[in-house]
């Protein structure tokens, strides 16, 4: 068992097809076939099963994930120990979120761990964020999702041991044109928002996910682009747009924008990582760090999943050695 072919392993787990498991691994289809055989002909046993829609996992390739991941960081760190280079965290973040809360997590980490070098990835696509969680591209994410479980809000992820911690509230607001026909009204029904325009970016965007969680289809979409083009046309008078509030709260206050009566549920600010890469260096400081910056409630960890998700909540003074993935 040789840790390249670990590597290819994972990237397979990750992608759930040797070809673009071998697009990432810049290697030839042929080869990552050959790397997966020969593992599981070392190790006696399947590891896949191959399917129409790609390759699952048997039993026995999920019991080796974690032992791959384990075995893979440990090479690492050996590898980092010998060269004497400095421990480096690779943290992804949606462009929305990377200006607004990144800042004050690396502050809380140039605190904790001077001596870690941090590497901040902004992306536009949350898929692409978990995606290169998954597959070990990227130590976290920070992104927007809601409620118990990962993808709450309304998206799929991926086939891999993910935990998330709740950093915070992001409260989301429904703004319009200071001339508006809704601006002036002192509460609005969602039958009232029916027929009107609503801009929005694509389908794949939080934002977009909200809106429709709370407006359904009875809602005119109107495509804009990112948060600055949906802000500047809702200012223009083209549409109504649903934001979050850090967003827009300098141009309601200015009068540019006016904030319409309708109560819209807030998202969370959510940290996203593997549960079976706890142990790396730096990592546990950067949930700690994250949860500091974010004044996170007084809670115990309270859910997970059976995939292997889970949720947290960090207590003010929490040593990280504390912390830990709750599984049912």
Not at 7 to 15: G, K, L
Request: aromatic share 4%.
């Amino acid at each position: 068992m040789e840790l390249r072919q670990l590597r290819t392993f994972e990237a397979v787990v990750a992608h759930r097809t040797v070809t673009d498991a071998a697009v990432v691994l810049d290697l030839a289809p042929s080869s990552v076939s050959e790397q997966i055989r020969t593992l599981e002909r070392d190790l006696g046993v399947a590891l896949f099963e191959r399917g129409p829609r790609g390759m699952r996992l048997t039993a026995a390739g999920e019991r080796l994930r974690g032992w791959a991941r384990s075995l893979l960081d440990q090479a690492d760190q050996a590898r980092r120990d010998v060269q004497e280079t400095r421990p480096v965290l690779r943290l992804g973040a949606l462009e929305t979120i990377a200006a607004v809360h990144v800042p004050a997590v690396l502050a809380r980490l140039a605190e904790r761990r001077p001596d870690l070098v941090v590497e901040v990835r902004s992306d536009g696509a949350r898929d692409r964020l978990m995606d290169a969680v998954a597959a070990a591209d990227l130590d976290a994410a920070l992104l927007l999702d809601t409620g118990n479980d990962l993808g709450g809000l309304g998206f799929g992820a991926p086939a891999a041991p993910l935990a998330f911690l709740d950093l915070g509230p992001v409260p989301l607001a429904l703004v319009a044109a200071p001339d508006h026909p809704l601006a002036g009204a002192s509460r609005l029904r969602k039958e009232d928002l029916y027929g009107r325009r609503l801009l929005v970016n694509v389908p794949a965007c939080s934002f977009w996910l909200a809106g429709e969680r709370l407006l359904g289809d009875r809602v005119e979409r109107v495509r804009a682009g990112g948060v600055p083009v949906m802000r500047a046309w809702a200012e223009r008078g083209l549409g109504m747009t649903l934001l979050p509030w850090f967003a827009v709260a300098d141009g309601v206050a200015a009068g540019a924008l006016a904030r319409l009566a309708f109560d819209v549920p807030g998202l969370s600010l959510r940290l996203v990582w593997r549960a079976d890469r706890e142990a790396l260096p730096g990592l546990r400081e950067m949930l700690y760090a994250s949860a500091a910056s974010e004044a996170a409630g007084l809670h115990r960890p309270i859910r997970g999943s059976p995939r292997g998700e889970g949720r947290w909540r960090i207590e003010p003074g929490l040593v990280p050695a504390r912390l830990k993935v709750s599984r049912r």
